[in-house]
């Protein structure tokens, strides 16, 4: 007859199984980046202020303009 109690005693006698731990040391502190990851850009995207945008030169304005056929002021 196959005793359970016997079988269920051996497998507790040899510890965990190295698997499970590699998965634990592996998972674990990648779980914790990404979770980490996650709360940081929420974060950031609530309390830190929009990028200002760069400003447009004089003559890069007066290009366009003359792009668009729109006389440009003081010519």
């Not at 965990?16 to 940081?40: D, E, M, Q, Y």
């Not at 609530?46 to 990028?51: A, L, V």
């Amino acid at each position: 007859m196959f005793n359970w109690n016997n079988r269920l005693l051996k497998a507790e006698a040899r510890g965990l199984n190295p698997g499970l731990i590699v998965l634990l040391v592996i998972g674990g502190p990648l779980v914790v980046f990404l979770v980490a990851s996650i709360v940081l850009y929420v974060y950031a995207q609530k309390n830190i202020p929009p990028k200002k945008k760069k400003t447009v030169s004089k003559k890069k304005l007066k290009r366009e303009k003359l792009k668009q056929g729109v006389s440009v002021p003081g010519e």
